[in-house]
């Protein structure tokens, strides 16, 4: 077998099993899905699912993870000028994908999935997003604001909490209306903890 078959064949396995977690998610919630439900549902082995993940944790954070890195390879204009009213295409991007996928995220998101995991997701996506605010200086320690880390955890948690709300209502906005919504919670948070009169963010 050629290294492009097998690693075609590789692709195929993790598409099928990603393909099935979704279902079964939707079906019957992330936290009542086992491995064997997977392998069964994608018709795979479970010698073969364990050669490529420790567990449906890991699949689920394969598949977040490829997501992000397909949003993040469409990067952005880097002149737009981003404000409260701008969000940028990448967090927009972001909704789109959710709004597409609204029954999984819905009960991902929900009381039988899992948004803590899902969150530590996107930690360093949204880490980022402070070193873009300031890109040229140090973020000094300042004992009267919030630190990073607590404004980072905020944001995210936050942030599950707002879609998951966006998504139990039905997408009452368009993603690009509900991306500016986000962005200016965003802003004004990251803004408190890096002392900026005014913050420029850029999801």
């Keep these: 077998m050629t290294k492009n078959s097998e690693d075609l064949r590789v692709r195929r396995t993790r598409a099928l099993l990603q393909k099935a977690l979704i279902e079964l998610t939707i079906e019957k919630g992330f936290t009542d899905v086992t491995v064997r439900d997977i392998t069964e549902r994608a018709m795979v082995n479970r010698s073969t699912f364990y050669h490529h993940y420790q567990d449906k944790y890991a699949l689920l954070s394969q598949y977040i993870d490829e997501v992000i890195a397909l949003i993040q390879a469409q990067e952005d204009d880097p002149s737009q000028v981003n404000d409260p009213d701008q969000p940028s295409a990448g967090l927009v991007r972001i909704l789109q994908h959710v709004q597409a996928n609204a029954d999984f995220y819905r009960v991902l998101l929900g009381k039988k999935g899992d948004p803590a995991f899902c969150a530590?997701?996107?930690?360093?996506?949204?880490?980022?997003?402070?070193?873009?605010?300031?890109?040229?200086q140090e973020v000094q320690a300042d004992h009267s604001k919030p630190p990073i880390d607590l404004s980072v955890s905020y944001i995210l948690h936050a942030g599950i909490g707002a879609i998951l709300w966006w998504l139990e209502n039905d997408q009452p906005c368009s993603p690009e209306q509900f991306a500016v919504w986000l962005n200016q919670f965003s802003m004004a948070d990251m803004s408190v903890s890096l002392g900026l009169e005014s913050p420029n963010l850029s999801l």
Excluded: V
Aim: proline share 6%.
């Design 120 to 136: 530590q997701s996107f930690r360093r996506f949204i880490e980022q997003q402070f070193r873009h605010m300031r890109p040229d």
